[in-house]
T-cell receptor
Framework: RKEVEQDPGPFNVPEGATVAFNCTYS??????FFWYRQDCRKEPKLLMS???SGNEDGRFTAQLNRASQYISLLIRDSKLSDSATYLC?????????FGSGTRLSIRP | GAGVSQSPRYKVTKRGQDVALRCDPI?????LYWYRQALGQGPEFLTY????????KSGLPNDRFSAERPEGSISTLTIQRTEQRDSAMYRC?????????????????FGAGSRLTVL
């Protein structure tokens, strides 16, 4: 079983739609959680950290469920510029593990 | 420096040759990570350092791969006797040392990567 698992997609949604991704992790001792965004042929960049109580950054909302060991990302009112691969990231004892990514494509 | 710098950006080598990939992290960043990324996949953990100490090398595929960071700054990932299956993008990232959740200290900043092609 992979340490971090994501649905690879692709998700193809119209502009303005709401889209959600989930991610599960296997190490119950994991301590911190993130979503990164990666554009084609570029390096991954931090989108947002994920806190236990859930957190929001503009159109983006992240949730963490420690009991079920899953993390989610919700994107509201999606824009063409949101098209990218979204990587779920888990830190367990400073070993930082990435999921395989979920591809999102926003169509006009 | 202002960002994470990796060199070379592109490396083409013949099977059986050794290659060395270099990473210069952000000044003051204590932790340095190496990942390998295949097309369409997420970054695969290889190894990481805190200062000059290699903390975890469990992701190195086999003993042809090694990494060092002798002075706690620049790191080199070395692949000996390269094989075609080693072809990939090799990414380096650095961060402040982990302190506490939410502190932002363990947020990774990546370099542009070194694309290795083994013929």
């Amino acid at each position: 079983r992979k340490e971090v698992e994501q649905d690879p997609g692709p998700f193809n949604v119209p502009e303005g739609a709401t889209v959600a991704f989930n991610c599960t992790y296997s190490n119950s001792a994991s301590q911190s959680f993130f979503w990164y965004r990666q554009d084609c042929r570029k390096e991954p960049k931090l989108l947002m950290s994920v806190y236990s109580s859930g957190n929001e950054d503009g159109r983006f909302t992240a949730q963490l469920n420690r009991a079920s060991q899953y993390i989610s990302l919700l994107i509201r009112d999606s824009k063409l510029s949101d098209s990218a691969t979204y990587l779920c990231v888990v830190n367990a004892a400073s070993k930082i593990i990435f999921g395989s990514g979920t591809r999102l494509s926003i169509r006009p | 420096g202002a960002g994470v710098s990796q060199s070379p950006r592109y490396k083409v080598t013949k099977r059986g040759q050794d290659v060395a990939l270099r990473c210069d992290p952000i000044s003051g960043h204590v932790s340095l990570y190496w990942y390998r990324q295949a097309l369409g996949q997420g970054p695969e953990f290889l190894t990481y350092f805190n200062y000059e100490a290699q903390q975890d090398k469990s992701g190195l595929p086999n003993d042809r791969f090694s990494a060092e960071r002798p002075e706690g700054s620049i790191s080199t990932l070395t692949i000996q006797r390269t094989e075609q299956r080693d072809s990939a993008m090799y990414r380096c990232a650095s961060s402040l040392l982990y302190e506490s959740p939410g502190s932002g200290a363990n947020v990774l900043t990546f370099g542009a990567g070194s694309r290795l092609t083994v013929l």
